[in-house]
Nanobody, 121 residues
Framework: QVRLVESGGGLVQTGGSLRLSCTAS????????MGWYRQAPGKQRELVAH???????NYRESVKGRFTISRDNAKNTVYLQMDSLKPEDTAVYYC???????????????WGQGTQVTVSS
């Protein structure tokens, strides 16, 4: 089994910054893609940022230039640095990792439990 643990959420004022972390542990051969998603009340979950195993990144348009995704493969950790936060960034943020099993070398998707980010105006 694989477990994802997120941290770093909280309450911040408009224009502030937060850094989210997500660490995977358990039976891991390797991790391919890693990503951050968010879900605001009454809305569908949406992709925020995504990073491949060779560090190619992509972002949803509304966060480009403000958010930065990165990863530390030695620590099985993905980060999301969020700057210039806006009230519309308020949501529960989830990480997702595509983990390759050491037993069958098949890729499985795992999700974190979510961390609340609230941006006050």
């Amino acid at each position: 089994q694989v477990r994802l643990v997120e941290s770093g959420g909280g309450l911040v004022q408009t224009g502030g910054s937060l850094r989210l972390s997500c660490t995977a542990s358990g039976r891991i051969f390797s991790i391919n893609d890693m990503g951050w998603y968010r879900q605001a009340p009454g809305k569908q979950r949406e992709l925020v940022a995504h990073i491949t195993s060779n560090n190619r990144t992509n972002y949803r348009e509304s966060v480009k230039g403000r958010f930065t995704i990165s990863r530390d493969n030695a620590k099985n950790t993905v980060y999301l640095q969020m700057d210039s936060l806006k009230p519309e960034d308020t949501a529960v943020y989830y990480c997702k990792c595509d983990v390759v099993s050491p037993f069958d070398h098949v890729e499985y998707d795992y999700w974190g439990q979510g961390t609340q980010v609230t941006v006050s105006s």
